[in-house]
């Protein structure tokens, strides 16, 4: 199974990256949009795990939105939105504009693996995934 990640933030890359490697055999960690947008026109991914700021110039909500109204099979693949920020305002907007669910940064096991039976049909009970 396959998780895409966008984030601008090579430690939080970093991190989340090794969180969804607990759960995934493939993590695809794009840095910029324009790398995620390649990515994904691969294998779609089963999950997208997105940061609400990427630099100065993008945001992830953008980014969201154009995912949601495609109308590719890409709208339909869960986004989760990660956020450094505690401000409800933001995750509402999130929310509002199709994330699957917000989580706070750091990502961590704990936060992701509750989500992953509920957003990704079939996914392993949490005794039956492999790292």
Known sequence: MKVTILDDSRTD??????????FFSDVVICGT?????ESMKG????????????????????????????????SIV?????TSSNDERI???ALECGASHVLTKPLTEEKLAPLLQRLIPGFPVAGDVTS
């Open 13 to 22: 890359s970093y991190l989340a990256g090794k969180v969804a490697g607990r």
């Open 33 to 37: 949009p324009h790398e995620f947008r």
């Open 43 to 74: 294998s779609l991914p089963e999950l997208i795990l997105l940061d609400v700021h990427i630099g100065d110039m993008h945001n992830g909500i953008n980014i969201l939105d154009e995912i949601r109204t495609s109308h590719s099979e890409a």
């Open 78 to 82: 869960p986004i989760v939105v990660l």
């Open 91 to 93: 995750h509402k907007h």
